[in-house]
């Protein structure tokens, strides 16, 4: 059973950015209440506008589980709100050192 990255590249405006972070940590908190294994959750700016949420998986299936229970959230509603041009990546981890 391979882990699992996803990494969440997204628009926001600006004057957005403290709300941004609060929101994630929000959807990080009942992400693993919904759907245990999120191992690590991180919020990146590239730019102002241009942000990367990361996240790792101990499981395909883990990812797959909380794909299932988390969309249309209260918290994933707010989060998602907030953004534009949102796209994602699903990196499966063959190697690690």
């Known amino acids: 059973m391979s882990a699992v990255i996803t990494v969440t590249r997204f628009q926001i405006d600006p004057a957005d950015a403290e709300q941004i972070r609060a929101r994630h940590a929000a959807l990080v908190a009942a992400t693993r209440k919904a759907a245990p294994g999120l191992t690590e959750a991180r919020l990146g700016r590239l730019s102002d506008e241009t942000w990367v949420g990361i996240w790792r998986?101990?499981?395909?299936?883990?990812?797959?589980?909380?794909?299932?229970?988390?969309?249309?959230?209260?918290?994933?509603?707010?989060?998602?709100?907030?953004?534009r041009e949102a796209g994602v990546d699903d990196i499966e981890i063959f190697d690690e050192h």
Do not use: H, K, Y
């Open 57 to 83: 998986w101990d499981s395909a299936a883990s990812l797959q589980a909380a794909r299932q229970a988390v969309p249309g959230s209260a918290e994933a509603t707010a989060a998602f709100a907030l953004t």
